[in-house]
């Protein structure tokens, strides 16, 4: 898998920051996924867990066959911690998320979560966020004219689809990337215009909900951003 | 029915707006299907329509029965005019709808639509919006949590439910009723912070929607905000 020894060595690293009795957040993803071998590892060899919280049916899934203790956010009365991955990370921990199309949870669990720990290979770090494209999670019920009232913000984007079928997330609902030549001057403004239009449901951008941030390299190596 | 007449003469007046060749936007509630029986009535007596959208199953369900040509927002390319109920609305146009848990739909249609116009009787006029709740549209996933977090701002509101079973939108979701003991001084300030929160789909509060305002009185008579 390419890029996979950075986002395997971030994900490792980050199993250690999990403690006894913690009950914790699972994100969406290949580096996510990681995280959950990673912390099956742990668990297998005495590590104590209230509980873990996926945020889709597949990191569920993936708990379930690593035999980890899987609870609903309903149930919970508090996530220590969640640890997902991001596409986009800037210095000011401004990210963005999506790219699997399960953002919408991965945003709700971290907003409940005590801290959101990022794991990311060296690839996702980027000088201000919005270079490659901005995922939005968009109603079925007049998506066509969402659409075309998010043009009007000057940014022409697509439905996500695999062989022409329209990708539906866990929610029922679509995706319409939208794409960046230049990253966005004011991203959290931009967010704001986006949101207001009736029919988005939720973007990628995720502001103030980074915590600590683990970099993967492919040469094995690891930082942290406290 | 209560209140019948002032909403009857409401909807009526409206339906004299519709021009030949228009398409229509459908509210839903009582007000909005005392309009679909107006609109129908006319169709049937010559008005030529290139079609009616529905913002629910229910306003669809009622317009086929009303055999007026019922299309999909997505299919049309304009909705000249929407026609729609509010439960309060003040002299700056501000509404509160969602009391049949239909307003994220219906604002979707009211912000493709060239006009909405609102239609209600005499008791829905407030002298400021937020005298009585304000329903949110909530993804079930963490629900619970994300209703938590809506207390943090002061608000402290229930799950929308008949007979124990809890409400369920159209779109899947569920309905949290925030209730007012008094009006919020800047709601468009509340708005905010409340779409701010992740989990939040759509709230209640519709901000430079309405057009024109047709009130309906019990004694019959009707009065028009332009």
């Known amino acids: 898998v390419y890029r996979a020894k950075g986002k395997k060595v971030a994900a490792y690293r980050a199993a250690e920051f999990i403690q006894d009795g913690m009950i914790v957040g699972l994100g969406t993803g290949s580096t996510a996924a990681f995280f959950i071998e990673a912390l099956s590892l742990r668990y297998k060899t005495g590590l104590m867990l209230e509980g873990?919280?996926?945020?889709?049916?597949?990191?569920?899934?993936?708990?379930?066959?690593?035999s980890l203790p899987v609870r609903n956010l309903n149930d919970v009365d508090r996530i220590d911690i969640t640890v997902d991955g991001?596409?986009?990370?800037?210095?000011l921990k401004r990210m963005i998320k999506g790219g699997g199309?399960?953002?919408?949870?991965?945003?709700?669990?971290?907003?409940?979560?005590?801290?959101?720990?990022?794991?990311?290979?060296?690839?996702?770090?980027?000088s201000t966020v919005g270079m490659t494209k901005l995922p939005i999670e968009i109603l079925p019920f007049g998506a066509t004219k969402?659409?075309?009232?998010?043009?009007?913000?000057?940014?022409?984007?697509?439905?996500?689809?695999?062989?022409?079928?329209?990708?539906?997330?866990?929610?029922?609902?679509y995706i319409y990337d939208?794409?960046?030549?230049?990253?966005?001057?004011?991203p959290e403004r931009l967010d704001q215009q986006i949101l207001r239009i009736p029919g988005v449901l939720e973007t990628g951008f995720f502001f103030?909900?980074?915590?600590?941030?683990?970099?993967?390299?492919?040469?094995?190596?690891?930082?942290?951003?406290?």
């Open 101 to 126: 199309g399960a953002h919408m949870r991965e945003k709700i669990l971290a907003f409940c979560s005590k801290e959101m720990v990022v794991i990311v290979d060296e690839s996702k770090i980027v």
């Open 208 to 226: 103030n909900l980074a915590g600590r941030v683990v970099i993967g390299y492919e040469n094995g190596s690891v930082s942290i951003w406290h």
């Open 52 to 66: 873990v919280v996926p945020s889709s049916k597949r990191s569920a899934e993936l708990a379930r066959l690593s």
């Open 178 to 186: 939208i794409p960046f030549k230049t990253p966005p001057l004011e």
């Open 146 to 173: 969402t659409g075309t009232n998010l043009e009007t913000l000057g940014y022409e984007g697509h439905w996500r689809a695999e062989d022409e079928v329209r990708f539906i997330t866990e929610n029922g609902n």
């Open 86 to 91: 991001a596409d986009e990370i800037d210095s």
